[in-house]
Structure formats: structure tokens, C-alpha cells
């Protein structure tokens, strides 16, 4: 073992109590006050061992790129399956009713189990495995259950998802595809949650559990850091992120506040949480400037859809340190916001995901974003997983003639739209 591995990891802190861990014996809370946990690097040692030269060389786009800024010794001996490095798709000099604007889409959608939360299982499986744990636990419904099963497989670790038995079987099929075990459980999710703890807990499983391990932010900061190389150390004006839990946004800031700490960078970008109306828990605390109050969630966007967002104290950081705002969208925004995304980008991502392109599309009418500005919109996951929500928007035409007359007849009515 490389002893710099270890030394870059200088333990956790608790982001309630400021009470500081070691690396080990590793603790998903802080036991004091049950807050969540922060990884704390040594950013002096990662100066003089890592460059941006270095990162230059480094022959995989996967996020072990970035393997100096994650909290596990190694990375993976095999780095083919390329969680991370997804492109950033580019519409220089877009002309909007507010002028132009340099807009990206980091298109996340092409994650092996197609969403972000592929970046997250990466870092978790290689510390589980670290940890000498071979079986996977988690609760969800939805992208962390499909991410899980799916790396599982390839990783050669055993998945176990908990789910509410009420979840769309769309979604129970992808996570049994991949070979996972299945536990239905007859409840809510929060249900399901609480029992994979106990379930954790009492079979000495790891738990993929974004509420609650500080590893995940750590694989979801890489993002913000494929956003950075991406644009040369150009931070751009304003990143619109999808916010359920608030981890991701959580994470994106830290991969920025790292790069500052290294020097690479010099400001922070706007960072944007971007939630449905029907589930806007941390927006609400962010406009009120009180604490984060639980919602009853209702949206289509089912991946953002949180009662109790198990991230909110640290996304709240993340939006007012970063000197940005909270923005909710509705349904029928979203929808709207991603049938238009799909059109105009050509990437396709589902309701959740479309949200930020929607936060982005209000945020332009209310002028909060000016001409010169250059905007990442973060497409967290692919729409191919939530047919039935795209349907929405979209008439599947009935049969017609097999005549040249009637193609042409349909092709005349169609081509205005
Ligand atoms: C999980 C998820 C989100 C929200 O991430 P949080 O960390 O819960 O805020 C957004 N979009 C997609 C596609 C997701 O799967
Ligand atoms: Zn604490």
C-alpha cells in the first residue's frame, strides 16, 4: 500500500458539531449528534503529489481520474466500465431572448446505469470493498437501487435493494436485470430506509445510503470536477443542479471548494438547486432563511421527489455559500422543459433530470441571467427509464395508409409543427 494514499485522507468531520474522526474504525454519523460526516483531505500533501500535468496524463475519462480528491486507497484494478467522464455538450454563443449565452449540458445521462448516482456507487463499492464488505445494502426505488444492482455486477459484489413493494415494476425491473436481491417491503420508502439500516446494521453490510454515508458526496463531487477540466479551469457563471436529498448539489461544491484549496481554480460558481414545486423542501428554507421544514411530496419527477431531504444542511451551504438560490419548477414545466431539451440537444433526460433545463428556462425569464453568461445545466439522468412521463407530451400517431399519397398527406400536416 502506498502510505501517500493513506495520508491524503485525514478523517471526518461532522458537519453539526465540528467533532473530528479518524479514517477508522469508519462510522457512517457522527455518534455525538447524528449529524452527517465530511470527508477532510490533507490538500497540502495532494499539492505536492498530484498536478494538473498529472491529471493530463492519466489515460481513462472514468472519474478515477480524480482519485487523489476520493476517500479509498486504490482505485479499481479495472477502469473500463467509465462511471464519469460524460461529455459536456456545448452551444456556444446561444442566442436567447436575453442575448447570448455560452450554455453546456453535462450529459450524465451516459452513466453505465444511466444517471449520476453511478458515481456515487463507484466510490461506494471500492469502499466497501476496502472495508473488507462484499454485500451491498440500500433502500430506493429508483437510479441508487438501478446503480447499485448494476455495478454490483460488474464488480463481482452482491446487491440488495429495499424497496416499497408500491414501486412501478418498470423501475423493480432494471435493479432485478442486473441480479439484485429484491426485498419488497409492505410500507413508504421511509419505511424501507430505516430498514436498511437495521438490515445493514445487523448483517455487517455496507450501506449505500445517501442519507447517511459520507463516502457518495465524495464520488458525486466528481461532476463539478469533470466540469472544471472540462472548461480549462473556466468556472462558469452558474451550474443548474436537480435537488432531491441534496447530495449532489452538496458534492458539486465540494469538488469546487477542492480545486480552490489546490489552487487551480480562484471563485466558486452560482450553484442553483433546482426543485419541483411539488417537493420543494430545500427552496423553501433557502427563500425563508429558516431551517428546513418536511414537505408531503408530489411530482411526475420521481428521482427528486423527498419529503425529508437527508442533505438539506449541506446543500443549503452549498446554494448560500456559493451565493446562488433555490427555484421551483412544476410538472408541467418539467415536462415542457424536456421535451424541449430533447429537441433543441438532443439529450433525453427524465423528469428529474429536465428540471434544471426548467429552473434554467424560468431563471432567464425573471432575469437573473445575463448576456455573457455561460450555464451548465446538469442532465442527472436518462429519460429512457420514465417512458410513461415523456408520454405525456408526445402523440404516438395511429396507423396510416401504406400508399405514397397518404405519406405525403400526413408529411404535409406534420412537418409545420
Ligand atoms: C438522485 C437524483 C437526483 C437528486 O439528487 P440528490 O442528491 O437527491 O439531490 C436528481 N436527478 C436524478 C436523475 C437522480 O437520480
Ligand atoms: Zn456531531
Known sequence: MNKENTDRILGYKCIGCDEEYPVEPFQYQCPKCKSNLDVQYNYKLIREIWSVEDLKQFPYQSLWRYHPLLPVENPPDNLSMQSGGTPLISFPNLLTDIGKINLYIKDDTRNPSGSLKDRATEVGIRHADE?????????STGNAAASLAALAAFYEKKAVILAPASAPPAKLTQILQYGAILYPVDGTYDDAFDLSILVAEANGWYSRS????????EGKKTVGLEIAEQLNWQVPNKIFVPTGDGC???GIYKGFLDLVRLGWISKLPQLIAVQAEGSPAIVNALNSGKPMVPVQSNTIADSISVDQPRDAEKAIIAVQKTKGFGITVTDDEILVAQSRL??????????????SFAGFLKAMKRGTIHAGDSIVILASGTGLKDIPAAQEKIDIPKAQPATLEGFLTFYNENKKK
Open 210 to 217: 445517501t442519507g447517511i454515508n459520507p463516502v457518495l458526496a
Open 248 to 250: 449532489i448539489i452538496a
Open 131 to 139: 472495508l473488507g464488505k462484499d454485500t451491498i445494502v440500500a433502500a
Open 342 to 355: 430533447a429537441r433543441n440537444t438532443g439529450v433525453f433526460a427524465e423528469p428529474a433530470a429536465a428540471a
